[in-house]
């Protein structure tokens, strides 16, 4: 019971959070808006117990992304863009395409609601993992498993750094 | 030496005397050929245009001559001597040969030799009027019989005289060898003419002496009056020619042939009846052939260009308008007399036209004040005489007034000359007078001819004249009427001739003052041939004389000698009709009545009481202003042919050229420039239109992907929406 | 309302999906729009943990975690053109950066 509810909270602020960030005017209340939708993705994050990445969530994402969003957002000045129309001229196409794409989803969850029953046969790894505690099995896996994609992953945020970089500087 | 057979030499002496001439003169005449060919003896003074402005620098030297007494014949050295030599030479050698040729004709049983040459006009079958087949040739042939030994013993010998009369007479002028070819040209055609055995080379001589009097009337081709007068004469001359040629081919229709011995074999065989009832096909052949000879022998009405002639030097009026071209349609008229017997109403209308000719010409010549004018006018009555005789059937008279013709009239002529070359080249009979001491032999030599020409018993044109008189009375086609227009015509005749003499010889000198002092007499080589000539006029006549005479023998020669040519013997007899003796001497009396009535008129006019003329013209004005405008035929022909063709040919061929030729050309141009704007619009439209089209839909079918690409990202990022849609609508489908 | 199943976790990620879609869709801002492809990314990973966490499997999160790495250096190198856009351009508005038009 509490958990629905917990889910429902945390929903809303997601919804209601990004529903606000496509709609403002303003960029930095879209920022906001997106802020408090990504803590609300923490917090449904929590509530499916994994805590590692409830902390990266908001490390990351919160404490990183959106403060550069917001810094980008101080650079640019959005003034002028603020006075502007603020939806381009495709809105209803792309609302009617997506509001078909959400039909066709709808229509397919509906179908394929009964199929996400998995049997209850596999507790036992479920248990004998989760005595490790979330962070211990992600880093197992992490550095075992996944090492590859792991350090691939870090030549791409050095791609990234180095990119940045390079687009953001006045001269090269 | 068989002269008969090699008749050929006769007409080739003159034709080599004329192609050296013609082909080499250049380089035998010495004198400079820029020089302006004048009349002999001209002085400058006279002279008007372009003379004076050439000889500016010549005149002093011709007028000492002239003061010195200048010889003659010597002008220009040795050359001209050749010259004089060899073409005179050259006839001469004709006559001899024709000479011979007739000796030995007249000793042959037959009296008629047929040479051959060479086939000329090559056979092509034909189908006669009558439906039989024929062919269509003519050969080179040569006929020799009475008729053409006449004729070319009378142009050979009055040739040659004439020629040696040329000698002296053009010694003065430039263009000596030239005038040398063309006279020989002449007689050779001349003799192609008269020695022909068909009608197509008759023609051919026919043309050819056309063509030598335009060369020789327009001799002196620096005077336009000269070049003009040529081509009138060649012009009126081709009318004739058109009707002769007509006339030809009739007779290649009707006939089948062309040769002479075959028609008239033809014709006297029976085969044709007389045309006595009307006008048949016979009589419009002879027809058209006497239109021919109109034109040749300058008769009523194509005569216009005989007296405009005498603007060609004297000699060449003499030979060829006077004795021989002139003649070559009696000549032709009497070859074809078989035709013409059996034409009474073609045979008529000739005796009418030749006696109407006579009496227009004779009126004419009352009051021509030209010596050589009057010549003219008088050789145009004598040969209406002559068509007279031809037209009542008298055909061997009318050849007989020809042969005494050609030698008074060649005598007047060349007389006349003398006297022009006497007073310095004046032609005007009112600035002559006083003459015949000063002039005595050519004064002499003329007063014979003048008193042939009148008809004076004993001479010459008594017994031609008037022995047509008589046949035109008594012949079954003479009349009352033409025997009376022939005897008032002889009595003209015999008034303006002796008013000739005497405005010329006798009475006051009315000749001009800076002339008279050069008056002088002619040299050996012209007045030697006057002098034979008028030994012919003499004796000749006695050749003819009147079966009333009762001479017998040599007397009736000429008669006797044609009569086979004639078939004579047939037409005296139908002419020996109910006519007696008395009233042939009473006529012949009355024609000589006529003749001295005449005479005397003229002298009493113009010799004893010169003022009467002038009384008598201002009295009858306009009978005279009429008479000395010939009538007004010329105006007349100038309006009606000259004006009118030209003229109105001028129109219409110049809007056929203005309209046809010209908007054929335009034509051509507007459909060059019409196919050119069609090509324009092909290339603009079709060519480039295709390529433009491709171009087109390249456009229009890439339009629709092109608009695809905007440059939003958005944009695209829909379409991968768009496509994420049609991926699971496939799911969704399935 | 019965229980929160795995069902609603797909649904909700489906909406934030969708949201984020018609906010890159149709937004003229590009920072706008760079946030909306960070709810897209997000609505990915609640996607995983609900799935990982409904068969027990740890694998789901490792993805999550890749994936918020991924968006990390998307984000940066984004912002970094935006600023290269904004400064040779003057503008943040993506209608107006249509020099590849045809």
Not at chain 2, 92 to 105: K, R
Not at chain 2, 133 to 144: E, R
Not at chain 2, 278 to 283: A, D, I, Q
Request: with cysteine; proline share 3%.
């Amino acid at each position: 019971m509490m958990d629905a509810l917990f889910f429902y909270f945390f929903a809303a602020l997601v919804l209601g959070g990004a529903i606000f960030t496509v709609t403002r005017r303003n960029a930095v209340h879209s920022a906001i808006s997106l802020i408090v939708s990504l803590i609300g993705v923490a917090g449904l994050y929590l509530l499916q117990q994994a805590e590692f990445l409830f902390a990266v969530q908001i490390v990351l994402y919160v404490g990183g992304i959106m403060v550069l969003f917001l810094f980008v957002i101080m650079l640019v000045n959005l003034d002028q863009a603020a006075k502007q129309r603020q939806f381009n001229r495709q809105w209803w196409i792309a609302l009617v395409c997506v509001a078909a794409v959400g039909v066709e989803i709808a229509y397919f969850v509906r179908k394929g609601a009964g199929s996400f029953h998995v049997p209850q046969a596999p507790p036992g790894p479920v248990a004998a993992t989760a005595a490790a505690g979330n962070t211990e099995q992600i880093a197992t896996m992490l550095f075992s498993q996944y090492l590859l994609p792991f350090e691939i992953a870090s030549v791409l945020l050095l791609v990234a750094v180095v990119g940045s970089v390079v687009m953001a500087k006045k001269r090269i | 030496m068989n002269f008969l057979d090699q008749i050929w030499l006769i007409p080739l002496f003159p034709l080599c005397g004329a192609a050296l001439m013609l082909l080499f003169g250049k380089f035998l005449d010495p004198q400079p050929p820029s020089a302006v060919a004048i009349a002999p003896g001209v002085e400058h003074t006279h002279d008007d245009h372009d003379a004076d402005h050439h000889h500016h620098g010549h005149t002093h030297d011709h007028a000492h001559e002239h003061v010195t007494g200048h010889d003659h014949g010597h002008h220009g050295g040795g050359l001209k001597t050749l010259v004089s030599l060899l073409c005179p030479g050259m006839v001469l050698l004709s006559f001899i040969w024709s000479a011979g040729a007739v000796f030995q004709l007249a000793n042959s049983p037959e009296h008629s030799h047929q040479v051959i040459q060479f086939t000329w006009l090559a056979g092509m079958p034909f189908h006669m009027a009558d439906g039989r087949l024929a062919i269509f040739s003519a050969d080179w042939g040569f006929l020799l019989d009475p008729l053409s030994s006449v004729m070319i013993l009378v142009v050979t010998g009055i040739g040659f005289l004439i020629h040696v009369y040329s000698t002296g007479y053009m010694a003065h002028d430039n263009g000596f060898y030239r005038f040398f070819g063309y006279l020989n040209l002449f007689v050779f055609f001349m003799l192609m003419l008269v020695l022909a055995n068909n009608y197509a080379l008759l023609f051919v001589g026919w043309e050819g002496v056309g063509l030598c009097s335009y060369l020789l009337i327009g001799f002196y081709f620096h005077k336009k009056s000269a070049g003009d007068a040529g081509k009138k004469a060649f012009v009126v001359n081709r009318v004739g020619d058109a009707g002769f040629i007509l006339g030809m081919l009739l007779m290649f229709s009707v006939l089948g042939t062309v040769k002479f011995v075959d028609v008239n074999q033809i014709l006297r065989s029976g085969h044709f009846t007389a045309e006595t009832a009307g006008f048949g096909t016979l009589s419009a052949m002879a027809l058209l052939l006497f239109i021919g000879a109109t034109g040749k022998s300058a008769q009523f009405p194509l005569y216009v260009w005989l007296p405009d002639a005498m603007e060609g030097p004297t000699p060449v009026s003499a030979l060829i308008h006077a004795a021989t071209m002139v003649t070559a349609g009696v000549y032709m008229v009497a070859r074809s007399s078989a035709l013409f017997q059996l034409t009474p109403q073609t045979s008529t209308i000739v005796a009418v036209v030749g006696a109407f000719t006579a009496i227009l010409a004779a009126s004419i010549a009352l009051v021509q004040n030209d010596i050589k004018r009057v010549l003219a006018y008088s050789t145009v009555s004598q040969l209406g005489y002559m068509f007279l005789a031809l037209g009542v059937g008298a055909y061997w008279v009318a050849v007989f007034h020809l042969f005494t013709h050609a030698f008074f009239k060649a005598l007047l002529f060349l007389g006349s000359g003398s006297v022009i070359h006497a007073v310095g080249g004046e032609q005007d009979m009112r600035r002559m007078g006083a003459l015949k001491d000063k002039i005595p032999i050519t004064h002499w030599t003329m007063f014979v001819a003048s008193l042939a020409i009148a008809g004076i018993p004993g001479l010459a044109g008594f017994f031609s004249k008037d022995e047509i008189l008589w046949q035109a009375y008594s012949s079954k086609q003479g009349s009352n009427a033409l025997y009376g227009i022939g005897l008032l015509t002889a009595g003209l005749t015999a008034f303006y001739m002796w008013r000739l003499m005497y405005m010329t010889f006798y009475g006051k000198s009315r000749v001009a003052p800076e002339v008279e002092a050069h008056i002088h007499e002619s040299p050996a080589s012209m007045t030697v041939p006057l002098t034979a000539l008028a030994i012919g006029s003499v004796l000749v006549g006695w050749l003819g004389t009147p079966k009333l005479w009762g001479f017998t023998g040599w007397f009736h020669g000429f008669e006797q000698w044609l009569e086979p040519s004639f078939a004579s013997a047939a037409v005296e007899a139908a002419k020996e009709g109910a006519h007696d003796a008395s009233t042939e001497w009473i006529l012949m009396a009355v024609s000589v009545a006529f003749a001295v009535i005449g005479i005397f008129i003229a002298r009493f006019c113009y010799h004893l009481r010169p003022e009467i003329p002038g009384a008598i013209e201002a009295r009858c004005g306009p009978v005279h202003r009429t008479l000395s405008n010939k009538w007004y035929v010329d105006e007349l022909y100038d309006f009606l042919f000259v004006n009118g063709f030209a003229k109105g040919g001028g129109t219409v061929l110049g809007a056929f050229d203005r309209n046809v030729i010209d908007g054929g050309v335009n034509g051509a141009g507007w459909l060059t420039r019409f196919s050119s704007l069609v090509s324009i619009w092909w290339d603009t439209w079709i060519v480039d239109g295709t390529v433009r089209l491709t171009s087109l839909i390249v456009k229009l079918s890439s339009y629709p992907v092109r608009i695809v690409q905007t440059g939003r990202v958005q944009a695209y990022a829909l379409f991968v929406v768009v496509g994420a849609l049609a991926f699971f609508g496939y799911y969704l489908a399935r | 309302m019965g229980p929160v199943t795995t069902t609603h976790y797909v649904a909700l990620s489906a909406a934030l999906l969708l949201i984020g879609t018609i906010g890159v869709l149709t937004r003229r801002n590009i920072v706008i729009v760079l946030m909306s492809i960070e709810l897209i990314l997000n609505a990915v990973n609640i996607n995983l943990i609900a799935f990982s966490h409904s068969f027990g499997d740890v694998n789901g999160q490792i993805f999550a975690i890749f994936v918020i790495t991924d968006a990390v250096a998307e984000a940066a190198v984004g912002l970094g053109i935006l600023i290269a856009l904004f400064r040779n351009k003057e503008t943040v508005l993506a209608d107006e950066v249509d020099l590849l038009k045809w």
